[in-house]
C-alpha cells in the first residue's frame, strides 16, 4: 500500500538490535500519552500507554520512557523484526479534559533483515 | 482487527462533488472521533462524537459535517470537493472520555 508520511524522520536498524524513537510532546498539561504503530495501508494501532505519574511502563519488547521535566516521550523496542517497520506515533491527551488525542508528526521505523 | 468497520475502502470522485463515510464503532464504544491524514500534515483531529452528540471539535472545514445515529454509528460527509481533500480519512472509538482509542482501517478518498 501507499507508505504514509513521505517526508518523516526515519530510524532504520538491522534486525535483532534495539530501536529508540523518540517524541517532544507540546502541552505541559498532557497526563496521558499513547504509542501507536501504523503499517502500510492499515490504521494506528494501540502499542503501549502511560499516564504522567509514571516514569516508565514496559510491555511485551517495548518500553515507553516519559521525562515530564524536558517534556520527552521514548519508545523502545527491544529485538526489533522486520515486522516491526511501521511508523511510530506519539499522542498525547489532557485527560481531565474531553479526550482529544494530539498527535505527533510521526518517525518512520525501517528494519533490515 | 481492532473492531471498527470503516467503508468504503477506497472512494474515487470528482471535484465540486458530496461524498459520505460510514463509521461502526467496536461493540459498547460510545465515542467516535474522526481523523484526517495527508502526506504533509500527519493525522489531524477532525471531531468526536459520544453517544449521538458531539462532543469536540478540531480542525474540521465548514464543507464537511458528521453525525452520530442511534445505533452509534457514524457518518462523515464531505462536500464541494476539492483536491486538497484527497487524504485517507480514519474514524475511531472508545468507550468515552479518555484513554486508547481504537481505529479503523481508514478511506482512502482521491478526489480527481
Known amino acids: 500500500g501507499e507508505s504514509v508520511g513521505l517526508h518523516l524522520p526515519t530510524l532504520s536498524v538491522q534486525e535483532g538490535d534495539n530501536s529508540i524513537i523518540n517524541c517532544a510532546y507540546s502541552n505541559s498539561a498532557s497526563d496521558y500519552f499513547i504509542w501507536y504503530k501504523q503499517e502500510s495501508g492499515k490504521g494506528p494501532q494501540f502499542i503501549i500507554d502511560?499516564?504522567?505519574?509514571?516514569d516508565k511502563r514496559q510491555g511485551q519488547r517495548v518500553t515507553v520512557l516519559l521525562n515530564k521535566t524536558v517534556k520527552h516521550l521514548s519508545l523502545q523496542i527491544a529485538a526489533t523484526q522486520p515486522g516491526d517497520s511501521a511508523v511510530y506515533f506519539c499522542?498525547?491527551?489532557?485527560?481531565?479534559?474531553?479526550?482529544?488525542?494530539?498527535f505527533g508528526k510521526g518517525t518512520m521505523l525501517l528494519v533490515s533483515p | 482487527d481492532s473492531g471498527v468497520t470503516q467503508t468504503p475502502k477506497h472512494l474515487i470522485t470528482a471535484t465540486g462533488q458530496r461524498v459520505t463515510l460510514r463509521c461502526s464503532p467496536r461493540s459498547g464504544d460510545l465515542s467516535v472521533y474522526w481523523y484526517q491524514q495527508s502526506l504533509d500534515q500527519g493525522l489531524q483531529f477532525l471531531i468526536q462524537?459520544?453517544?449521538?452528540?458531539?462532543?469536540a471539535k478540531g480542525n474540521i472545514l465548514e464543507r464537511f459535517s458528521a453525525q452520530q445515529f442511534p445505533d452509534l454509528h457514524s457518518e462523515l460527509n464531505l462536500s464541494s470537493l476539492e483536491l486538497g481533500d484527497s487524504a485517507l480519512y480514519f474514524c475511531a472509538s472508545n468507550e468515552g472520555d479518555g484513554d486508547i482509542q481504537y481505529f479503523g482501517a481508514g478511506t482512502r478518498l482521491s478526489v480527481l
Open positions: 499522542a498525547e491527551n489532557v485527560l481531565s479534559g474531553y479526550s482529544t488525542l494530539t
Open positions: 462524537y459520544y453517544n449521538g452528540e458531539e462532543r
Open positions: 502511560i499516564r504522567s505519574n509514571m
